[in-house]
């Protein structure tokens, strides 16, 4: 064990986080953070593009009827890899490298336990939820078959994400950013293979996607076998210790609670786009108005992620920073990194804003080229899910703030209120007085409520981390 610590006290990368500059060692945290979660953003727009051109509207909306379903492995994955990774940076802070070296390889045989029981449950109980969801009898043959092989990849859909956390903390985010981009750019050249030229159409997608987790999860995993690695995945710390098993599912409950409720949201967001886009729909093309409505709000959550995914890889870039300064109580960088994240954040949340609401149909038509009527559909839904965009920040970044300082339940509040207490609520009244539109209102409604609550309990918890 003293080769180890060694090994760790002499890492530059990381002794980096508690005494380079805020600005500077965020970004180099961040930017590859960022453009993992561009491609990952982007890998999402050209699986639907390919999808819409080779299958069709029904294809997309087979997709998005899985969403609940892929959102809740990625959950677990959260759970793990988040509440494993904010212990890790703590204990690196406070230099208790052991410990770290054995919450690193619980986290990684916990991973595994989450993938298989994943998988397990998705395959017995996938045709009732999916139904569940609101799939109608033409979108349920199609998001069938596509579930049943995206589940064969749950463990590599797993320790991707939640691995690269531990690469980051471990001052190799630019290697984490390669890892992610990797398995991103063989699922864009695998989908054009599948479904453009071979033709295998639904499951051409979900073949595709699996085989490039598996890549991604082989590139992941080699550099936990790197001699150069200051901590690795070894068996001699691989023996689940219910101490930390029990802290990192603590820790990490908060974001896979706001995983999980998204599961559960989109469940409940299809429902609705059903129930009301067919009563506010005609039929066209052969699609049902909810069928219809379940394929437009498949568009918008694509052209979102664009927005969404890059803002939470700069939020996440800077939750290792927070973590090591506040395990090291440097209280003055804590609160500098959340200042730096919070301006950052918000500039480029408004930035975003005002070129999806200028620019909607730009953004919208090369998923739908030859379908007028999907593009106004999409545009108009589009338009109202990010009217009031520019308060995401600060629920967001408030949330990440108290994940990185080990506050498990404040986060565990802050992203419920987004994702349960205001938004289902909302979701299930709104669309009673605006009909289909409502749907597309209550998530920007609950934005702002969150963003004021998320003002209130972050004044006060950083009453208790003064500048020295």
């Not at 087979?62 to 940076?89: E, Q, R």
């Not at 398995?183 to 073949?207: C, H, P, R, T, Y």
């Not at 998204?262 to 067919?278: Q, V």
Request: proline residues 4%; positive net charge; charged residues 10%.
């Amino acid at each position: 064990m003293g080769v180890l610590m060694e090994e760790v006290i002499n890492n530059k990368k990381l002794n980096a986080m508690g005494t380079a500059s805020i600005p500077k060692i965020i970004l180099q945290f961040s930017v590859p953070a960022i453009i993992s979660m561009l491609v990952e953003a982007l890998y999402n727009i050209v699986d639907r593009y390919f999808v819409g051109q080779g299958v069709g509207g029904l294809g997309i909306g087979g997709i998005t009827i899985c969403f609940p379903i892929t959102l809740f492995i990625m959950a677990m994955s959260m759970m793990v890899g988040v509440g494993g990774n904010t212990l890790f940076a703590i204990r690196l802070g406070e230099r208790k490298y052991q410990q770290a070296a054995i919450i690193l390889n619980n986290s990684f045989v916990m991973l595994i336990i989450m993938a298989v029981s994943s998988f397990t449950l998705g395959q017995i109980f996938m045709e009732p939820l999916l139904k569940l969801f609101g799939a109608s009898d033409q979108l349920l043959p199609v998001a069938s078959s596509y579930m049943r092989i995206i589940l064969c990849g749950a463990i590599f859909q797993t320790i991707v994400p939640g691995m690269n956390h531990f690469i980051r903390s471990m001052g190799h985010p630019k290697t984490a950013m390669t890892r992610v981009m990797i398995g991103a750019g063989s699922n864009v050249f695998l989908d054009w293979l599948f479904i453009m030229k071979f033709q295998w159409g639904i499951e051409g997608a979900a073949w595709a996607t699996v085989l490039s987790q598996l890549i991604g999860g082989l590139a992941v995993m080699q550099f936990f076998m790197k001699t150069t690695t200051p901590i690795k995945i070894n068996r001699r710390f691989m023996k689940l210790r219910m101490p930390y098993v029990r802290k990192i599912l603590i820790l990490g409950l908060p974001p896979s609670i706001m995983q999980i409720s998204n599961s559960l949201l989109n469940a409940i967001m299809a429902r609705s786009l059903t129930k009301y886009g067919d009563m506010d729909l005609q039929v066209v093309n052969g699609l049902g108005g909810g069928d219809q409505a379940i394929s437009a709000f498949g568009i918008l959550m694509s052209i979102v992620s664009i927005i969404i995914l890059p803002l939470m890889g700069f939020i996440n870039g800077s939750q290792p920073i927070i973590g090591y300064n506040y395990g090291a109580k440097n209280n003055n960088r804590v609160r500098d990194a959340l200042k730096f994240t919070m301006l950052y954040a918000t500039g480029f949340i408004l930035v975003a804003w005002v070129l999806v609401q200028t620019q909607t149909l730009t953004f919208v038509r090369p998923f739908v080229p030859n379908d007028k009527n999907m593009q106004e559909l999409t545009c108009k839904a589009l338009c109202t899910f990010v009217c009031l965009l520019p308060f995401v920040p600060l629920g967001m970044v408030s949330g990440n703030f108290f994940q990185g300082t080990g506050k498990a339940g404040r986060s565990m509040f802050l992203n419920a209120c987004r994702q349960i207490i205001l938004l289902i609520p909302f979701l299930l009244i709104m669309p009673h007085f605006f009909g289909l539109r409502g749907v597309f209102m209550a998530q920007p409604i609950a934005d702002v409520g969150t963003a004021i609550i998320a003002v209130f309990m972050l004044r006060s918890e950083l009453k208790k981390i003064p500048r020295v």
